[in-house]
């Protein structure tokens, strides 16, 4: 997910933007600015993380289309950020000045939802919204026995392929169906390499994500459970074939770009237009930045990730819809998360984001299943997409950012080798995670 990529700037400066973006929030809270006003006008505050202009379009048009038809219920849409969407939220839960319906990823809501700052939904929301997203997207949202968010878009990972490259070599092309085991890919890298060119780039300036969510097709999980449900890590063969692969592409095969380990997935674009790169891994959703950057007559197609033991499966933290625990109107924040997600509204927001819906129906639309822009590749990877594995390890942010960040970076450049980083990551990660157990 892009959310991974743009949480990694400083602490100090992600507090003090933070701080900036929670000005507007305390200042929307002034008088009644989420409660009732005199004429018994509820006023919710809505804070979304939409970015991009198509999604920002979509989501402030469904809140416009919600005013219009509830006059008792008023929503007012309030501009988060990626960036600092953490630090802010955490500064204002408690300062007592959460928006009531909070816009997030699974992935950040944990600490959250152990922590008490977030209403358990699961008698607040209607059966038809529960039964729209299968079981697998609820898990991602699920903290013991509650359920903190509505998990609504989801991004798979693809292989972005230069289809001129990949045609001209010969290369088997893989499908959902028929994709490319891990080896095979690894093998059609280097046939792909050669006079200036990568058969890959790997945009790894956050890999901790990427890593343990692709290591699921190979029935990696890293995170386990000991009797007492304490999660703890441990470094299994299947863990180890997605690292495996990527150190070989760059430190053996020299068929993966060792300059785009430091990258994010937008900074190797150029290169990939300009045909240094054969394949790109991305998130589904820079689709949209291919199709707005990509020079005149530029051929491209998505491709399934590689397969190993565990098939096409892979991890994901879908986008969330919440309500803070202290909000004074959480029945009616629930139902404008269920109005903001049917189905058909569920389409217009996937489609402004270029991700897929959670829900069953959603996913049904034809306009999702279509070749061009590789829609349909997303949609059959859609069945194979599980609760990412760090979803509800308490410590897991400070594991990644302490831990595990660093010791895959430095693997991924050949500066230390599989002992080494399976004992930093087990090690030095369950000394992380003891803390969060007391």
Same mark, same amino acid.
């Given at each position: 997910?892009?959310?991974?990529?743009?949480?990694?700037?400083?602490?100090?400066?992600?507090?003090?933007?933070?701080?900036? /973006?929670?000005?507007?929030?305390?200042?929307?809270?002034?008088? %009644?600015?989420?409660?009732?006003?005199?004429?018994?006008?509820?006023?919710?505050?809505?804070?979304?993380?939409?970015?991009?202009?198509?999604?920002?379009?979509?989501?402030?048009?469904?809140?416009?289309?919600? %005013?219009?038809?509830?006059?008792?219920?008023?929503?007012?849409?309030?501009?988060?950020?990626?960036?600092?969407?953490?630090?802010?939220?955490?500064?204002?839960?408690?300062?007592?000045?959460?928006?009531?319906?909070?816009?997030?990823?699974?992935?950040?809501?944990?600490?959250?939802?152990?922590? $008490?700052?977030?209403?358990?939904?699961?008698?607040?929301?209607?059966?038809?919204?529960?039964?729209?997203?299968?079981?697998?997207?609820?898990?991602?949202?699920?903290?013991?026995?509650?359920?903190?968010?509505?998990?609504?878009?989801?991004?798979?990972?693809?292989?972005?392929? &230069?289809?001129?490259?990949?045609?001209?070599?010969?290369?088997?092309?893989?499908?959902?169906?028929?994709?490319?085991?891990?080896?095979?890919?690894?093998? +059609?890298?280097?046939? /792909?390499?050669? %006079?200036?060119?990568?058969?890959?780039?790997?945009?790894?300036?956050?890999? +901790?994500?990427?890593?343990? &969510?692709?290591?699921?097709?190979?029935?990696?999980? /890293?995170?386990?459970?000991? !009797?007492?449900?304490?999660?703890?890590?441990?470094?299994?063969?299947?863990?180890?074939?997605?690292?495996?692969?990527? &150190?070989?592409?760059? %430190?053996?095969?020299?068929?993966?770009?060792?300059?785009? /380990?430091?990258?994010? !997935?937008?900074?190797?674009?150029?290169?990939?237009?300009? $045909?240094?790169?054969?394949?790109?891994?991305? !998130?589904?959703?820079?689709?949209?930045?291919?199709?707005?950057?990509?020079?005149?007559?530029?051929?491209?197609?998505?491709?399934?990730?590689?397969?190993?033991?565990?098939?096409?499966?892979?991890?994901?933290?879908?986008?969330?819809?919440?309500?803070?625990?202290?909000?004074?109107?959480?029945?009616?924040?629930?139902?404008?998360?269920?109005?903001?997600?049917?189905?058909?509204?569920?389409?217009?927001?996937?489609?402004?984001?270029?991700?897929?819906?959670?829900?069953?129906?959603?996913?049904?639309?034809?306009?999702?299943?279509?070749?061009?822009?590789?829609?349909?590749?997303?949609?059959?990877?859609?069945?194979?997409?599980?609760?990412?594995?760090?979803?509800?390890?308490? !410590?897991?942010?400070?594991?990644?950012?302490?831990?595990?960040?660093?010791?895959?970076?430095?693997?991924?450049?050949?500066?230390?080798?599989?002992?080494?980083?399976?004992?930093?990551?087990?090690?030095?990660?369950?000394?992380?995670?003891?803390?969060?157990?007391?």
């Amino acid at each position: 997910m892009r959310n991974g990529e743009q949480r990694s700037r400083s602490a100090l400066l992600r507090v003090a933007a933070a701080l900036a /973006l929670l000005l507007p929030l305390l200042a929307g809270c002034s008088g %009644n600015g989420s409660g009732s006003d005199a004429h018994g006008v509820i006023t919710l505050r809505f804070q979304s993380l939409a970015w991009q202009k198509e999604s920002v379009d979509a989501t402030k048009t469904l809140v416009e289309e919600w %005013n219009a038809t509830h006059p008792a219920v008023q929503v007012q849409y309030v501009q988060g950020s990626w960036d600092t969407v953490h630090d802010q939220l955490l500064t204002a839960f408690e300062g007592g000045e959460a928006p009531d319906v909070i816009h997030d990823a699974s992935d950040d809501l944990a600490d959250f939802a152990y922590g $008490g700052y977030l209403a358990d939904l699961s008698g607040s929301l209607p059966e038809r919204l529960k039964d729209a997203i299968p079981a697998r997207s609820w898990q991602t949202t699920t903290f013991g026995k509650g359920v903190y968010g509505v998990p609504f878009l989801q991004e798979p990972r693809v292989l972005i392929a &230069n289809t001129k490259i990949l045609k001209a070599s010969g290369v088997r092309m893989p499908t959902p169906e028929h994709p490319w085991a891990w080896s095979e890919f690894r093998q +059609v890298a280097k046939e /792909l390499s050669g %006079n200036g060119r990568y058969g890959v780039a790997w945009p790894l300036k956050e890999p +901790v994500s990427v890593t343990l &969510n692709l290591a699921l097709s190979a029935g990696g999980r /890293l995170f386990t459970r000991d !009797g007492e449900g304490r999660a703890k890590v441990e470094f299994t063969a299947g863990d180890a074939v997605v690292p495996d692969t990527v &150190n070989a592409q760059v %430190n053996t095969d020299r068929s993966a770009a060792r300059t785009t /380990l430091g990258m994010g !997935g937008s900074d190797t674009l150029p290169g990939f237009f300009a $045909g240094k790169y054969a394949m790109v891994p991305l !998130g589904f959703s820079y689709r949209q930045q291919i199709v707005q950057q990509a020079p005149p007559g530029f051929a491209w197609t998505v491709l399934p990730a590689p397969a190993g033991s565990a098939g096409l499966d892979q991890g994901v933290s879908p986008q969330t819809l919440s309500v803070a625990q202290d909000s004074r109107h959480k029945k009616e924040a629930a139902e404008f998360i269920d109005f903001l997600l049917s189905p058909a509204h569920m389409v217009r927001l996937a489609k402004g984001d270029w991700m897929l819906p959670t829900g069953t129906d959603a996913l049904k639309d034809p306009s999702l299943h279509t070749v061009e822009d590789g829609w349909a590749t997303g949609a059959a990877l859609a069945p194979h997409l599980r609760s990412a594995p760090a979803q509800s390890v308490r !410590g897991y942010p400070e594991w990644k950012d302490k831990v595990a960040t660093p010791a895959l970076q430095e693997y991924y450049s050949g500066a230390i080798d599989t002992a080494e980083l399976k004992k930093r990551l087990v090690e030095d990660g369950n000394r992380v995670l003891a803390r969060y157990r007391r």
